[in-house]
Nanobody, 120 residues
Framework: QLQASGGGLVQAGGSLRLSCVVS????????MAWFRQSPGKAREFVAV????????RYADSMKGRFTISRDNAKSTLYLQMNDLKPEDTAVYYC???????????????WGQGTQVTVSS
């Protein structure tokens, strides 16, 4: 089970940190990612981190503003979001995929999502 939290309402330029707690699986065996979906748009990739946190990848529009991290001892994934923009408004989902790579698609396990709203 993947449980995302930390969303909320923030003004443009502000920051939020999302968390995703994973249970029922060996967290360190999974690459973990964040995706987001805005109303009327397809779900899009945000960031991914490898199983032991040695590598990460970001969507171009998030580079320099978002940081993905993980704490394997706590089975928790994070997404630190800085300099938020109204276009970052979306439901953010965490996802898990077994393996050591950094895939940007094809995830098998998903959390329920947490809403992020950025006001202008």
């Amino acid at each position: 089970q993947l449980q995302a939290s930390g969303g909320g309402l923030v003004q443009a330029g502000g920051s939020l940190r999302l968390s995703c707690v994973v249970s029922g699986r060996t967290f360190a065996n999974y690459a973990m990612a964040w995706f987001r979906q805005s109303p009327g748009k397809a779900r899009e990739f945000v960031a991914v981190i490898s199983s032991y946190g040695h590598s990460a990848r970001y969507a171009d529009s998030m580079k320099g503003r978002f940081t993905i991290s993980r704490d394997n001892a706590k089975s928790t994934l994070y997404l630190q979001m800085n300099d938020l923009k109204p276009e970052d408004t979306a439901v953010y989902y965490c996802a898990a995929e077994y393996g050591s790579g950094t895939p940007v698609s094809g995830y098998d396990y998903w959390g329920q999502g947490t809403q992020v709203t950025v006001s202008s």
